[in-house]
């Protein structure tokens, strides 16, 4: 049985920093997909960046400001967020999957089999 467990959410001020982590269990191998989605306020879910091995994908919002991350060793999913402005506020969401097309597909329709509770991220003075 495959399960998601996130932490590392919580109050930030603009400009700070902050990292998610995902622990993904229940995988036979390391060859899966993992993910960030968040859902803001009144709006859909949608992908920030997922990962699968070396190919990595950001949203175009989210570029040089988060960085996605792997341990397999640990079997867990980072996801480091930096210069934090308020429009990043919102649940955000670990996924994983264990067949993807690409990265992209993954994020953007998205692919995705397992998704864990959510975290909440509030960008706030």
């Known amino acids: 049985q495959v399960q998601l467990v996130e932490s590392g959410g919580g109050l930030v001020q603009p400009g700070g920093s902050l990292r998610l982590s995902c622990v993904v269990s229940?995988?036979?191998?390391?060859?899966?997909?993992s993910g960030w989605f968040r859902q803001a306020p009144g709006k859909e879910r949608e992908g920030v960046s997922c990962?699968?091995?070396?190919?990595?994908f950001y949203q175009e919002s989210v570029k040089g400001r988060f960085t996605i991350s792997r341990d397999n060793a640990k079997k867990t999913t980072y996801l480091e967020i930096n210069n934090l402005e308020p429009d990043d506020t919102g649940v955000y969401y670990c996924?994983?999957?264990?067949?993807?097309?690409?990265?992209?597909?993954?994020?953007?329709?998205?692919?995705?089999?397992?998704w864990g509770q959510g975290i909440a991220v509030t960008v706030s003075e």
């Open positions: 996924a994983a999957a264990g067949w993807i097309t690409t990265v992209q597909a993954m994020c953007r329709y998205p692919q995705v089999e397992y």
């Open positions: 229940g995988f036979l191998s390391d060859y899966y997909a």
């Open positions: 990962v699968r091995e070396d190919k990595k």
